[in-house]
């Protein structure tokens, strides 16, 4: 069973770098690939951004590429999403998740492949 807390959003102006945490329990997080996805009101939820189990692969959305940056620090159970030049459009409750099972590149932007996931913390870009 894994845990996940997300933390670092809030009220970003246009053009700010915020940075979101997740930080995760467990002992077998260091062996999960795990992810970011956000939801904007009336919207499906989307994905953002996944690195697999060792950090040694990313993907990011089209809207995020070049923008976003994912990492994780497995001996802290951390992860982090720093998010540069913040758009309006960027304004969601990001959800971070785990996937127990080896993924496949076209896996890690499908909601069905995450086992586990935080509660969200919001993030309003205020133009």
């Known amino acids: 069973q894994v845990q996940l807390v997300e933390s670092g959003g809030g009220l970003v102006q246009r053009g700010g770098s915020p940075r979101l945490s997740c930080s995760a329990s467990g002992r077998t997080f260091s062996t999960y690939a795990m992810g970011w996805f956000r939801q904007a009101p009336g919207k499906e939820r989307e994905f953002v951004a996944a690195?697999?189990?060792?950090?040694?692969?990313?993907y990011y959305a089209d809207s995020v590429k070049g923008r976003f940056n994912f990492s994780r620090d497995n001996a802290k159970n951390t992860m982090y999403l720093e998010m540069n030049n913040l758009k309006p459009e960027d304004t969601a409750v990001y959800y971070c998740a785990a996937a127990s099972r080896i993924l496949f590149s076209a896996s890690y932007a499908d909601r069905d492949s995450y086992d586990y996931w935080g509660q969200g913390t919001q993030v309003t870009v205020s133009s």
């Open positions: 690195i697999s189990w060792n950090g040694g692969n990313t």
